[in-house]
């Protein structure tokens, strides 16, 4: 028997177990599988059975943020809450999916990914400043991207707007570079530094000349007076 067909074999086999909802039978990487491939399918009522099976006691920390990262990614808010309410960690990878969720403008979920209890005991908000693994924060990703309502909701929850990350980055400039007025303004709006340069030293206003963005020039120029 060659090495494709025996992977296939074994992944028809897998996918009986699945569609039969034979968990017990399934190994505890089959059962992990199970949750991801699950969640790709954003089907809820059998990522609760399956967070409701006795197996479930063996996730890990990894397993369950691995899960919530999936779930962030592709915007399922309802099955991000039951991952929560599971035990995911509110640490690293969870970060990492806050990002994500910034990244691609998903504001619902990040809204479901803010306000955790207890990883902030002053304020019950998530520390949105606790860099992921790629040193980059939630407010540099949306502004990269132009998205002012995710970016709003983020300063709301106590982001630094100056923030430089390790690439030198920082959200105004970024927010330039998207060519979003919208974003920049909320920026500004937070009393971001006008003058402040990333790593190349460019500020906002250099980068709003280079693209030749007329609206974003006279909104900047006005902020420096």
Known sequence: MNKVRFFLIVMLGFAHLCAANDYSKMSADEFKQALMEIITQNNQDEVSKILAHPKA???NEDDLREALVLAAE????????????AGADIKEKYCFALKHAAEKGHIDMVKALLPVQ????RAHYMDVNYLNAHRDDALIAA???GHADVMREIINAGANVNYQNTFGQIALVEAAKSGSVDAVKVLLQA??????CDSNGYTALI??????NADLIRLLSDSKN
């Open 74 to 85: 592709n915007n399922y808010v309802n099955i991000a809450h039951k991952l929560i309410q």
């Open 118 to 121: 207890g990883c902030d005991k």
């Open 191 to 196: 009393r971001a530094n006008v003058n402040a």
């Open 207 to 212: 980068i709003a000349k280079r693209l030749g």
């Open 143 to 145: 502004a990269r991207n």
């Open 57 to 59: 006691k063996n996730f």
